[in-house]
């Protein structure tokens, strides 16, 4: 069984946002009035991040892109209409209007203050992420690749989240459940916004995409 047992990796690792390589080693943040969070990375051009994460490995990548998401956590709608400013961040990354459902957009955005390009038409829908055959690694059942650490999942109707464990075995049961971060849900809670962790049944998730490998290559291929 897969319940619960990685969790066990977050608590032992005890992972920060740039203590993989000796550039991001600190990582600063200021609450301002707003409770809006800000790291030394976001201070970055495009091109020092870029330069930045070649330096990195892609599993480093991909923590950092998990830490990146988890610092979202204090965002809460106050009354469940997208009322909070981040909200309307990450719509404007993702090019869509301020109300509208986050939860693709949240992840496009932190992707984009990460540093990495993900080939979307359309960010902001969850369809727009399984549009590229390529990418997909679980289909209904069906694998046609290995799950990593923020790869991105559909379930339900209409709904992303990314994954927060390093894999799943490929064996998984319907009934077990794996970790996820998901923005725009209410995990549980009466409040809509930005949750970790969150437990999801697998036999919920419909498909999985893999779009930090391609963004990562795209980035080293660049610089070659």
């Known amino acids: 069984m897969a319940k619960r047992l990685t969790y066990i990796y977050y608590l032992i690792g005890g992972i920060t946002l740039f203590g993989l390589v000796s550039f991001g080693q600190n990582v600063i943040r200021t609450e301002t009035e707003n409770r809006s969070y800000y ?7 495009q091109p020092q991040k870029e ?3 070649l330096l990195m490995s892609e599993s480093e990548v991909r923590k950092a892109l998990l830490d990146m998401a988890r610092k979202e956590v204090y965002v809460i709608e106050k009354t469940n209409k997208n009322d909070h400013p981040r909200i309307s961040y990450y719509n404007k990354i993702a090019r869509s209007s301020a109300h509208a459902a986050y939860c693709a957009a949240g992840q496009y955005a932190m992707a984009k203050e990460l540093g990495l390009q993900y080939n979307l038409k359309s960010p902001a829908a ?11 690694i679980y289909n209904r059942g069906k694998w046609t ?3 990593q650490l ?4 559909w379930i339900y109707g209409s709904h992303l989240e990314a994954l927060a464990q390093p894999n799943i075995d490929p064996d998984i049961d319907d009934d077990d459940e794996i970790l996820t971060i998901g923005f725009n849900t209410t995990a549980g809670t009466r409040k809509h916004g930005v949750h970790h962790p969150i437990w999801r049944r697998w036999g919920d998730v419909q498909l999985m995409t893999n779009q930090v490998t391609p963004a ?3 980035l080293k291929n660049k610089y070659q």
């Open 39 to 45: 790291t030394r990375w976001a201070e970055y051009t």
């Open 51 to 53: 330069n930045l994460l």
């Open 126 to 136: 969850v369809r727009g992420w399984f549009t590229d055959k390529r990418t997909i």
């Open 145 to 147: 690749g290995n799950a």
């Open 150 to 153: 923020m790869d991105y999942i």
């Open 216 to 218: 990562y290559l795209q």
